[in-house]
C-alpha cells in the first residue's frame, strides 16, 4: 500500500519562506519585489492556501486524478474533502513526498501548503 504525504507544521508564522527539502530552493517570496511570485522547483508538487491551488504539478494531478478536469472541477474535488485543501492534499502518495503546512497566528488560523517529493 502507498505511504501518505508525509506532514511537518510551521510554529511560525505562515509567511515564513519555504524552501525545497530537496534542492533548497525557495518556492514562494524568493523575488524580493514580488513576495507573492511562485518559483516552483522540480520538486514541487503544490503550493496551495486555504482558499485554492496556487500550483499544481502534472505529478500531483497524476497522483490525485486531477488529469485533464477544468480548475472549477478541481475546487470542486478539494472542497468536498471535511478538511479543506489541506486534508486533501492528504491524500498524496508519491514516494517520499512531504508537506509542510504553516498557518496565520489564531484567531484567522488560515493555512499555506507546500508539498515536495524526489523526481521519479
Not at 508538487?45 to 486555504?50: R, S
Amino acid at each position: 500500500m502507498p505511504q501518505p504525504i508525509q506532514r511537518t507544521e510551521l510554529k511560525t508564522f505562515y509567511y515564513t519562506p519555504v524552501h525545497c527539502p530537496f534542492c533548497g530552493v525557495r518556492v514562494m517570496g524568493a523575488d524580493p519585489s514580488d513576495e507573492t511570485r511562485i518559483t516552483a522547483c522540480p520538486h514541487t508538487l503544490f503550493i496551495a492556501h486555504d482558499t485554492a491551488f496556487e500550483y499544481r504539478s502534472p505529478r500531483l494531478d497524476r497522483n490525485l486524478a486531477l488529469d485533464g478536469m477544468s480548475e472549477q472541477d478541481v475546487e470542486t474535488k478539494w472542497r468536498a474533502d471535511t478538511r479543506g485543501i489541506d486534508g486533501f492534499t492528504d491524500r498524496v502518495t508519491l514516494p517520499d513526498a512531504i508537506k509542510v503546512a504553516a498557518y496565520a497566528p489564531a484567531p484567522s488560523a488560515y493555512g499555506s501548503y507546500y508539498g515536495f517529493a524526489p523526481i521519479e
